[in-house]
């Protein structure tokens, strides 16, 4: 298999695809990114494929936040029982929070407009990059899917989108962490609950403070499916018109059977 991405005569590459997912540059909006990372600290760095970096600032946030009980306080605020929200926040955990989910924001957002300039001069240069990768375990090639079905099924359980568009490692990260807020938040025990119609247990059963992770989860799953379907069509018609534009380079050749000659 030839791999242009190897040949060491281009700084900056638009694409790489491995086995592991389709990893591309494209235009960004910083603010859009770092609202995620408001939402849950994380989240805008995931977008960037920033994965190392995101991953650790999305399990500061659970940890961090569950021990100075943050959620919890969210929730007696919204009740309008202010007191009751200052008494179980945890000052000692929250002043650990605070500085580093700025920090999220705030290395979002620089990050985004870094790439986005990134992009501008790896689109001008506009090397070639591989469009197919093939190993042991998977299959990795550009084609064009739709965003719509991305969307649904990340509603259906967050992840199935990521998978549906290859990108696995956020896949698996965000389905596992998805069935660790259901099981603890006790979600599916209390719409069970409901099916039967019993409300009250079910509102009773519910775990608040897991179940406040669940929204931002689910929003950045459909979110980051739907976005980077769309992305990934562009760059599979951008291959495909580059690839018509410099020609295949290659010449066809008609193999005609044994069989065919008596």
Same mark, same amino acid.
């Given at each position: 298999?030839?791999?242009?991405?190897n040949?060491?005569?281009a700084?900056r590459?638009?694409a790489?695809?491995?086995?592991l997912?389709?990893?591309?540059?494209?235009?960004?909006?910083?603010?859009?990114?770092?609202?995620?990372?408001?939402a849950? #600290?994380?989240?805008?760095? *995931?977008? *960037?494929?920033?994965?190392?970096r995101g991953?650790v600032?999305?399990?500061?946030?659970?940890v961090?936040?569950?021990n100075?009980?943050?959620n919890l306080a969210?929730?007696?605020?919204?009740? $309008?029982?202010?007191? !009751?929200? =200052?008494d179980?926040l945890?000052?000692?955990?929250l002043?650990?929070?605070?500085p580093?989910?700025?920090?999220?924001?705030?290395?979002?957002?620089?990050t985004?407009?870094?790439?986005n =300039?990134?992009?501008l001069?790896?689109e001008r240069?506009n090397h070639?990059?591989?469009?197919?990768?093939?190993?042991? !375990?998977?299959i %990795?090639y550009?084609? =064009?899917?739709e #965003?719509?079905?991305?969307?649904?099924?990340?509603l259906?359980? #967050?992840? *199935? $989108?990521?998978?549906?568009?290859?990108? *696995?490692?956020t896949?698996?990260f965000v389905?596992?962490?998805?069935?660790?807020?259901?099981?603890?938040s006790?979600?599916l025990?209390?719409?069970s609950?409901?099916?039967?119609?019993q409300?009250?247990?079910?509102t009773?059963?519910?775990?608040?403070?897991?179940?406040?992770f669940? #929204?931002?989860?689910?929003?950045?799953a459909?979110?980051?499916?739907?976005?980077n379907?769309?992305?990934?069509?562009k760059?599979?018609?951008?291959?495909?018109?580059?690839?018509l =534009?410099?020609g295949? $380079?290659t010449?066809?050749?008609?193999v005609?059977?044994p069989?065919l000659l %008596?």
């Amino acid at each position: 298999m030839q791999n242009h991405t190897n040949d060491n005569t281009a700084r900056r590459y638009k694409a790489h695809v491995s086995i592991l997912g389709t990893t591309q540059l494209h235009l960004r909006n910083p603010y859009s990114i770092s609202w995620w990372s408001c939402a849950f #600290p994380g989240f805008g760095h *995931l977008l *960037l494929s920033k994965y190392l970096r995101g991953f650790v600032l999305f399990i500061w946030e659970v940890v961090i936040n569950l021990n100075s009980h943050i959620n919890l306080a969210m929730i007696y605020t919204f009740q $309008g029982k202010i007191d !009751m929200a =200052k008494d179980v926040l945890n000052t000692r955990w929250l002043l650990i929070y605070i500085p580093v989910y700025l920090f999220a924001i705030w290395d979002s957002y620089r990050t985004t407009v870094d790439i986005n =300039k990134v992009y501008l001069l790896a689109e001008r240069e506009n090397h070639r990059y591989n469009s197919f990768s093939i190993g042991a !375990m998977e299959i %990795n090639y550009l084609d =064009k899917r739709e #965003p719509t079905m991305a969307f649904l099924w990340s509603l259906f359980m #967050p992840g *199935l $989108g990521q998978l549906y568009i290859h990108r *696995l490692i956020t896949a698996f990260f965000v389905i596992v962490w998805s069935v660790v807020f259901f099981y603890f938040s006790h979600t599916l025990e209390a719409v069970s609950l409901l099916f039967v119609g019993q409300v009250q247990k079910a509102t009773s059963v519910l775990n608040a403070e897991w179940l406040l992770f669940l #929204p931002s989860v689910y929003g950045f799953a459909v979110y980051d499916s739907y976005v980077n379907t769309v992305e990934n069509n562009k760059l599979y018609e951008d291959e495909q018109l580059n690839y018509l =534009k410099r020609g295949s $380079g290659t010449r066809i050749r008609h193999v005609v059977h044994p069989k065919l000659l %008596n």
